[in-house]
C-alpha cells in the first residue's frame, strides 16, 4: 500500500547567487501530532492512525536525498473562471458550429513513447448519468450532438490536468494519470474530477434547461495502482495500445457504486491526497455486495468526497 508523508514547507534563506535555498519541513498539524511514550518522541497520524518514531521519520526523509523533484500543477488557475468560459463555446457547437477535426490521438502518442511496460497510475472511470432519459426526450441527432458536445467539453479538462484519455465507453469515459510523480498525481485527480463535477452542473446542464432539454449527471470513480501497457487488437481491424491491470475495472467498479453527482475514490487515492484534499473525504459503506479485497485481505475501503 503507497502512502505519503504531508509537510508544511517553510524557505530558511535563499541566495541568489548561487541559486540554492533551504527548507524546513513541518509535519502537518492538521495530520500529524507528537507524543512521547516511555520518553521517546513519535509522530501520530491522525488519519491512517498509526505511530512512527522520530527515528523513522528522519530516516524516511533521508531517502529524499538525490530524488528528482516534481512540479506539474493544473493549467487551469480557476476552475470558476475556465468553465464560465467555455459557455459561449458551448452555446455554438449546440447551434451547429463544430471545432475543426484533428483526429489525433494523444494517449496512443505518449503509450508509444514508453520505455516500460509497466506503470503507477491513477485511473478516472467517469459515467454519464441520465443519458437514456435524454435519448427518450429527444431525437436521434440532437441526443448524437448532446452527448458529443458533452464529451468533447468533459475531454478539453483532461489534459489540463497532465493526464490523457485512454477510451470512451459510449457516454462515458476512462482517462488516466502516468508517473513520474505518483502522490502528487493523485491530488491532480481529484482536482480534476471536481472541475469535470463542476462543469456538468454549473454550465452544461443549465444550458441544457434553458434548451427544454433534459438534465443530466455524471458518476465519478478514481483508484489507483500499477498496471501494464499492452498492444491489444489486431492490425488487420484495429490495434492499439492499451493500459491493463485491476485498477483499471476497479476504477469503473467504484464509479458504479457513486450516486449521480458523486466522487468516490479507493483507498489507495484517498491515502495519497494531500491533507488538504482528505479532509474533504469521507469513507463509505458499499455493504455485503462490496467484496473487493486489499493486499491484507481486507475489504477494499471506498471513500466519497464530501461536496457543499
Given at each position: 500500500?503507497?502512502g ?17 535555498f ?12 507528537w ?17 512512527f518514531?522520530?527515528d ?14 516534481y ?7 480557476k ?14 457547437r ?5 471545432p ?9 502518442e ?5 520505455s516500460?511496460?509497466?506503470l ?6 467517469l459515467?454519464i448519468?441520465?443519458?437514456t ?7 436521434q441527432?440532437t ?5 458529443s458536445?458533452?464529451?468533447?467539453e468533459l475531454?478539453?479538462?483532461i489534459p ?6 485512454l477510451k ?5 469515459l476512462?482517462?488516466?494519470f ?9 491530488d ?5 474530477a471536481?472541475?469535470l ?6 454550465v ?10 433534459p ?5 465519478i ?9 499492452t498492444t491489444i ?9 492499451d493500459?491493463?491491470?485491476?485498477v483499471v475495472?476497479?476504477a ?6 457513486a450516486e449521480?453527482?458523486?466522487?468516490y475514490l ?6 495519497n ?7 474533504i473525504c469521507?469513507?463509505?459503506?458499499l ?8 493486499v491484507?485481505?481486507d475489504?477494499y475501503q471506498?471513500?466519497?468526497v464530501?461536496l457543499?
Open positions: 500500500m503507497r505519503r508523508l504531508d509537510f508544511d514547507i517553510e524557505i530558511v534563506s535563499w541566495d541568489e547567487e548561487s541559486r540554492t533551504e527548507l524546513r519541513f513541518v509535519p502537518d498539524p492538521r495530520r500529524y501530532e507524543q512521547e511514550i516511555d520518553g521517546k518522541r513519535y509522530l501520530y497520524d491522525r488519519f491512517d492512525r498509526f505511530l518514531s522520530e523513522v521519520l528522519r530516516e524516511s526523509v533521508n531517502l529524499f536525498d538525490g530524488v528528482p523533484m512540479f506539474q500543477p493544473p493549467k487551469i488557475n476552475a470558476e473562471e475556465y468553465i464560465k468560459s467555455r459557455v459561449p463555446l458551448i452555446e455554438d449546440l447551434d451547429g458550429g463544430k475543426p477535426p484533428t483526429f489525433e490521438d494523444k494517449s496512443e505518449f503509450l508509444q513513447s514508453l516500460s511496460d509497466k503507477a497510475f491513477v485511473i478516472i472511470s459515467d448519468a441520465g443519458s432519459k435524454l435519448a427518450t426526450a429527444t431525437d441527432k441526443y448524437s450532438q448532446l452527448v458536445v458533452t464529451l468533447y475531454s478539453e479538462i489540463k490536468f497532465h493526464d490523457h484519455v470512451y465507453t459510449g457516454d462515458g476512462i482517462a488516466y502516468p508517473e513520474p510523480s505518483f502522490t502528487s498525481k493523485n491532480l485527480a481529484i482536482d480534476c471536481l472541475t463535477r463542476a462543469l456538468l452542473y454549473k452544461l446542464n443549465p444550458i441544457l434547461e434553458k434548451r427544454g432539454f438534465t443530466i449527471g455524471i458518476r470513480g478514481l483508484d489507483a495502482g500499477e498496471a501494464y501497457i487488437g489486431s492490425p488487420a481491424t484495429k490495434q492499439h495500445k493500459i491493463i491491470g485491476a475495472s476497479l469503473a467498479k467504484i464509479q458504479a457504486q449521480p453527482g458523486g466522487i479507493g483507498d489507495i487515492v484517498e491515502r491526497l494531500h491533507t488538504s484534499w482528505r479532509l469521507e469513507p463509505v459503506a455493504g455485503e455486495d462490496w467484496n473487493y479485497r486489499n491484507d485481505g475489504v471506498v471513500h466519497r464530501k457543499a
